[in-house]
């Protein structure tokens, strides 16, 4: 896959240099390329912001210098790249929408900072390319930077041969099939006991049927109480008897 990330900080993407996105890129798999903004800039002091139209507080990204940073960027390339633009008035960043973008070829991701990019930029470019406005959560960051960061690592992690085990992201929270709007609950490891505190013994037991329910029975458990409005979503038809028992032992209507 290719990402090409625009951005005031390129700096700011050293982190993709590590751990398994790092090794993705060694490897091949990822083809990251990082954009100063400010080289498509013509004047001395390189500026990419102004005040906003209408007034208001902070500066808003001039059109200009994003236009044909984007321009560069995506002539550089066969076809289009799918554009994302990090931004907390976007649509919500999910594991469904981290799945849809990690089978596309061509990712860019368009970092704003101060109170935005001009707007006519994102209407140029949906003339010509999938063109999304994604937030990560709802807060704000000072910038695109680190939603990017937080983006290009669920995407990645997602593409084959990035995983040491690829059966890894099948039951990663929120994953479609049976762990779909359900959170992971607990895990363990060695050793068995620690501190006094035993490791559930169903884990030792080898009996996968069984320690398959606990796992479900947990993942249910911590959904209703950590996230109830994602327990309150749980459809009835992915819901079998036992599930209904232990979604009714915490007084939810299941
Ligand atoms: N830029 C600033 N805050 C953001 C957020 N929550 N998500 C994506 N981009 C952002």
Redesign the pocket.
């Given at each position: 896959m290719r990402i090409d990330i625009i951005s005031i900080f390129p700096e700011y993407f050293a982190p993709l240099d590590v751990s398994l996105i790092g090794k993705a890129r060694e490897r091949g798999i990822l083809d990251i390329s990082l954009h100063q903004l400010r080289d498509w800039t013509h004047d001395v002091h390189r500026t990419v912001d102004d005040s906003p139209y209408g007034g208001g507080p902070g500066m808003v990204m001039k059109p200009e210098p994003w236009g044909e940073a984007i321009d560069a960027v995506t002539a550089a390339g066969a076809g289009e790249p799918r554009l994302v633009v990090?931004?907390?008035s976007?649509r919500p960043f999910t594991q469904e929408l981290a799945m849809e973008y990690a089978a596309e070829p061509w990712l860019a991701f368009a970092c704003?900072r101060y109170e935005g990019i001009d707007a006519r930029v994102i209407d140029e470019y949906r003339g010509r390319m999938r063109v999304d406005e994604?937030?990560?959560?709802?807060?704000?960051?000072?910038?695109?930077e680190v939603?990017v960061l937080v983006m290009v690592e669920a995407v990645g992690r997602l593409l084959p041969g990035v995983l040491g085990n690829e059966l890894s992201a099948t039951d990663d929270s929120f994953a479609p099939g049976t762990m779909r709007n359900l959170l992971e609950g607990p895990v363990y490891t060695k050793p068995p006991e620690w501190r006094g505190r035993r490791v559930p013994e169903i884990l030792l037991s080898g009996h996968h049927g069984k320690i398959a329910r606990w796992r479900r029975d947990e993942a249910l458990r911590r959904t209703l109480s950590n996230r109830p409005e994602l327990a309150a979503g749980l459809d009835d038809e992915s819901l079998d008897k036992r599930d209904r028992e232990v979604l009714s032992e915490r007084g939810a209507d299941a």
């Open positions: 990090p931004t907390p976007g704003g994604v937030g990560i959560g709802d807060y704000v960051l000072a910038g695109g939603a």
